[in-house]
């Protein structure tokens, strides 16, 4: 059970780090403004996305936040990380950054299997 919780707190870290924090500090630079421009979307969805980001990170690490709730936060980065190697894929042709959000879906899965784990030990 130990190993479990540690398991599953260094993968939702990592996500929260990657997904809530970064967003969170980066979102408005230039850089993150350029990045939104270069792969044909308008301005406006990289605020919205990161405002997501944000919100699906605290969901995954506070603990009170109903496993319903959770779920939706999940699959949220899981349709997030696979649109975002469609869309570098697309653009910018099939290359090893195109393959970086899939590298995070793992940590996102390791998460959610992680999570499922400790809840039916719970239970």
Do not use: C
């Amino acid at each position: 059970m130990k190993k479990d919780k540690i398991i599953y707190w260094i993968a939702t870290g990592m996500i929260a780090l990657f997904e809530g924090v970064m967003p969170a500090l980066t979102s408005q630079t230039e850089m993150a403004k350029e990045g939104i421009r270069h792969l044909g979307y308008p301005e406006y969805f990289g605020t919205a996305l990161a405002i997501f980001k944000v919100l699906g990170a605290l969901t995954l690490v506070i603990p009170q936040i109903p496993n319903r709730v959770k779920e939706w936060a999940y699959a949220g980065f899981a349709f997030d990380f696979i649109f975002a190697s469609i869309s570098l894929g697309a653009v910018d042709g099939i290359n090893g950054l195109t393959f970086f959000p899939m590298i995070v879906l793992a940590i996102l899965m390791v998460s959610y299997v992680y999570h499922h784990k400790l809840q039916q030990a719970k239970n």
